[in-house]
């Protein structure tokens, strides 16, 4: 009989392991080398690599259980219904959610988000409404509910920031008002790294009745996420920037809620029965799942939780913060380059720009030194505006990443200021 | 090393360092808005035109070192040109960081652009290149107040 490839690479993964650092040999694409150097990969903010377990959870999928889901009779689409619904509440119980009914299958945080806006969001906001966001938002956590406002005649507030990237939380609390529908934040800030202090700031809103929903795309692979301790209503985040893949994401909404909020698409499995006079709607969580879902990807999403549970998300974040404080103090020793975002609690992110040079300029040169990290403004153009550059150089770090890594982009940034300074 | 020093040459980081023609003209004829979404690149190229002659060019702006060299060297290039002449140069210029035509082979009509040669290298930095050049080319054909390379 076969050995369960499961247990093969747990075992590989255990003999291998060396501290969190030992890890990075489940992801075969971090093996690679790019312009005859290994690669340093510190683009994790905008994506994350793969584990082999991930890879081969959506191989598997394909190869043996490949059938549509929710549907057939038949062996496989048991099978893989099965498998999918096993995914599910390995994300309920990742995000400690009260119940799989509270878990729904996206395409990503962004879709995440519109479904808010476009149901919960299109029946509950009417004319001289307010949605408040905050200042470090990315692009989907604006965009939907600018598209919201218009359309209701509602207004968009924004809580404003400090110098260091935090949020003034007196002012949220003064423009939490009569008129405040919905405060939709981010956990943690894509551009800057600053991690907002969610709990206190739901705590506040529900004071006055005001739900919230958190954008936790950067949140996720960092820290151990309890959407029920955090007490929001609403919590959405990506697959493929916790090591599973891209195309599926979830959103967490609170039962009450999502029971009363209309579907946000119509089509297959979103029903019960369908007839050209009515059509009654699924329960939860299928009443916003139309259509096949990414089926192999929402199985893959288990597997990643699978392995980051393996790995424990204290130690992650133990390991990230030491690293992140590491390369904190690397570039501020370097002359010329200001780190844009600074505040207290931070993860994950270290944007700064270098006195004189563009940060395209720095991307292509860190290039060549097989280093890959994000330039320009991370759909986040209101936060480079808020600091006044045009674009940020940004090193995001997953727990693979390690302080050799950190060693070579700092070597790279001098090479960046001996080229173009 | 080698495809990076060619794509920054000495005349780009020179011209990034001290970038020909970079003012506003108050008396152009036209004045088109260049924006490259990606990477937050943004130029105002300034041409006045008589007759069919480009009399001045300047741009204003900011944005990475090929974009910014770029707008300086295609400036001086193209001060006194016609505008038949400019387009020409547009289409020579834009072959060559697209890699359709050989540097060293054209060196004598590229002139000064040739030094633009290692950007056929860097895909994504092609936008950078011609940034300019489109917004040039906008503003000749007086056709939008804005483009955008995306």
Not at chain 1, 149 to 156: N, R, Y
Not at chain 1, 367 to 374: F, L, P, Q, S, V
Not at chain 2, 50 to 69: L, N, P, R, T, Y
Request: proline share 4%.
């Amino acid at each position: 009989m076969m050995k369960n490839p499961d247990d093969t690479l747990m075992a590989e993964f255990i003999e291998r392991v060396d501290g969190i650092k030992g890890c990075r040999f489940n992801f075969p694409l971090l093996r690679q080398s790019v312009n005859g150097k290994p690669l340093v990969y510190l683009d994790n903010a905008a994506t994350s690599q793969k584990p082999q377990v991930v890879i081969d959870a959506l191989m598997r999928y394909y190869q043996e259980e490949n059938s549509n889901i929710h549907r057939g009779v038949h062996y496989l689409s048991e099978k893989a219904t099965q498998s999918y619904e096993a995914s599910r509440a390995k994300v309920r119980k990742f995000v400690n959610a009260a119940s799989v009914q509270e878990v729904i299958f996206v395409r990503g945080t962004t879709e995440g988000i519109n479904l808010v806006a476009g149901s919960y969001g299109r029946k509950n906001i009417r004319q001289g409404d307010e949605v408040l966001i905050s200042a470090m938002e990315h692009h989907s956590n604006i965009v939907p509910w600018q598209v919201l406002c218009e359309e209701k005649g509602a207004k968009l507030r924004v809580i404003p920031m400090n110098d260091d990237g935090e949020l003034l939380l007196d002012e949220y609390e003064r423009l939490l008002g009569e008129k405040t529908r919905l405060v939709a934040i981010a956990h943690i800030s894509n551009a800057l790294g600053t991690v907002n202090p969610i709990k206190e700031m739901v705590a506040v809103a529900h004071r006055k009745g005001i739900p919230v929903l958190v954008d936790g795309a950067q949140a996720v692979p960092h820290r151990k996420v309890d959407v029920q301790d955090l007490g929001c209503d609403f919590y959405t985040f990506s697959s493929h920037k916790m090591f599973g893949p891209t195309g599926v994401g979830i959103l967490y909404g609170k039962k009450q809620f999502l029971d009363a909020m209309p579907p946000y698409q119509g089509g297959g499995d979103m029903i019960k029965s369908v007839t050209f006079e009515k059509t009654i709607y699924n329960d939860l969580p299928y009443k916003f799942e139309a259509g096949t879902p990414n089926i192999a990807g929402g199985i893959a999403l288990g597997a990643a939780i699978d392995y980051m549970g393996m790995l424990d998300m204290e130690a992650i974040s133990t390991y990230e913060h030491d690293l992140l404080n590491y390369a904190t103090e690397a570039l501020r020793g370097i002359n010329g380059v200001r780190i844009i975002g600074t505040a207290r609690e931070k993860a994950g992110v270290l944007s700064f720009v270098i006195e004189g040079i563009h940060p395209h300029d720095i991307g292509t040169i860190l290039d060549d030194e097989g280093i890959a990290i994000r330039t320009g403004h991370h759909c986040a153009q209101p936060v480079m505006q808020r600091f006044g550059v045009p674009a940020t150089a940004r090193a995001s770090f997953a727990f693979y990443n390690t302080k050799d890594e950190v060693d070579i982009l700092v070597k790279g940034i001098h090479k960046v200021i001996e080229v173009l300074g | 090393m080698s495809a990076l020093r060619e794509l920054y040459q000495e005349v780009i980081l020179d011209h990034n360092k001290s970038p020909r023609n970079f003012r506003k003209m108050e008396d152009a004829t036209r004045a088109v808005d260049g924006y490259n979404p990606l990477c937050g690149d943004h130029y105002k190229i300034f041409v006045k035109v008589e007759g069919d002659v480009i009399q001045d060019i300047s741009f204003d702006g900011a944005g990475c070192a090929i974009s910014k060299a770029s707008a300086s060297v295609m400036s001086s290039v193209l001060k006194g040109k016609t505008k038949e002449e400019a387009e020409r140069l547009f289409q020579q210029f834009h072959k060559l960081v697209t890699g359709d035509i050989d540097a060293e082979k054209n060196l004598e009509a590229l002139g000064k652009l040739a030094a633009f040669a290692g950007v056929s290298e860097f895909p994504v930095r092609v936008k950078c290149a011609s940034l300019a050049w489109h917004t040039m080319h906008a503003a000749l054909e007086a056709r939008v107040e804005t483009i955008s390379t995306e």
